[in-house]
């Protein structure tokens, strides 16, 4: 089982967002567009810093700094609303 993330109001994030056994996660750019929009949203009612991000076809990098907000949520709300 996976220890929990450590979490601190100072900490800041490096996240990688993949799918199951390396699938698909952007099929194309339009796919991509969709996530960094998802992130834009959610960086207005969260009020993070993206420090810089990096998409490949099967999985995703961000360096955030959530300032003091649950990662966790953002990240779920996010990756959420994209599965769906």
Request: with cysteine.
């Amino acid at each position: 089982m996976r220890k929990a993330r450590d979490k601190s109001k100072k900490y800041k994030y490096h996240i990688r967002v993949r799918g199951l056994d390396e699938i698909l996660l952007f099929r194309d750019d339009q796919d991509k567009e969709k996530y960094l929009s998802l992130l834009k949203k959610y960086q207005k009612q969260y009020k993070y810093k993206i420090y810089s991000f990096s998409f490949m076809d099967t999985h995703a990098h961000f360096f955030i700094d959530p300032y003091g907000e649950d990662i966790s949520v953002i990240m779920h709300k996010i990756n959420l609303c994209y599965a769906q």
